[in-house]
């Protein structure tokens, strides 16, 4: 039943090799989040729940440079099968005008009309003008994060993932300590609270283009050729649009609609408390996907450069194999966040946010759902982020990381949120809604065994 598990030899290891850097890299980037998230919430519920709403828009920008980066390792990874250097260029100058261009209009609104913009999402006018304290520095640190997270994307396409973990690092630890100086006014800085959160996560953003400007010039790995980048070319444009392109309307259609969770819950009754708990729970929940997160990176790397080098006949069972171990990193996980949610957060966790009793109700409930459909959530993760990504499958992909969201997840969370005003317990449900779907139609395309398609060739 499990034979496909018997890869040829040295498989376990490449994966453990490419994948543990990446999970480090997420792991250290989702604990300096929790890290930020604490700090916020010393100052209390509502200036974290402000934090929580900038961030709405800033999560879509996040999704859609998420989704850029998917696209672009998409192609690179199957050139780099091939070796093709400067098809690799071409591709990252393409990723790099796209997503310098959506940051960009996106940093411009949140600076020039922060509170009407801010105001669509939720209708406390505290919050929103907290919110908009923060939203125009943070968003000016996407357009640089930007920058530095394609030449990361490539570098981990071409199985140099190491690179992304030490810029990250770096980034986030200097994030944590400028927040401790500036939202408190420690060091003789002034004090500057949700603003000083901002300008710090800024600073930190600048540092990762400084090193990644100067890991351009030193390297001798890839040489980064700046006329591609600038021009690179309309065929390559066409190919990105064609393939890419569909990653990132995933990405983005997937951001925005999430997005659409935090807004439901932003105008239901007790909404400071929910967006708080909300808050917490998101940054648990990151820090559990960052196994998922890095196998999908590695299954995605893996099976584009053996499709690139003409090796299609050992994806397939090689796509199975990631998923397995996917299921069954997804199981322990969920075990260990039900131990944690129901015995170690409500009397040590909770109280460090300074969460009331009505959030930390909320914020246990969520985690022990979020445990239980874990299993799930891996899954789908390492099947369409890695498997069916990776393979080429981009179109499919694309319909079934979106499609259980837009029209099943979302309808069930409006109804039971704004129409039938139910308890949050039953909106959160959505996102069990959403993960039972996408697991029922990956296993039938992952089964179909028509997922693996070679995007380098005409």
Partial sequence: MFAYMRQKPGFYREIAVL?????????????LGMADTFMVGMLGEEPMAAVTLANIPLFVV????FGVQSGSAVLISQYWGRRDMEAINRVMGVALWVVLLVSSVFAAILILCPIPFLSLFNNQPQLVEQAAQYGGLAGLSYVCNAFTMIYVAAYRSMERPRLGMYI???SMTTNTFLNWVFIFGNLGAPQ???RGAAL??????????TIVAVHMARTRF???????LLRPGVDMVRRFLRYGGLVVCNETMWGIGTSVFPTIMGHMEGSTEILAA???AGNVEKLCTVFSFGLAATASVIIGREIGAGRSDRVKSMGLAMDTLAVGCGLTLGVLLMGFARLIAPDWVFPLFKLSPGASAVAGMMLTVMACYMPLRAFNSVNIVGVLRGGGDVRMATLIDTSPLWVCAIPYA?????????QVFWVYLAFVVEQMVKFVLGVWRLRSGRWVRDLTRA
């Fill in 168 to 170: 990250l690092a770096a």
């Fill in 200 to 209: 710090a996560t800024l600073i930190a953003r600048l540092l990762e283009v």
């Fill in 19 to 31: 994948a543990a850097p990446i999970v480090m890299q997420n792991l250290i980037t989702s604990m």
């Fill in 192 to 194: 500057l609270g949700v």
């Fill in 414 to 422: 409006v109804l039971c949120g704004l129409v039938l005003r139910t």
């Fill in 222 to 228: 890839f040489r980064v050729r700046p006329g591609l």
């Fill in 62 to 65: 996040q999704l859609f440079i």
């Fill in 278 to 280: 909300y808050t917490v």
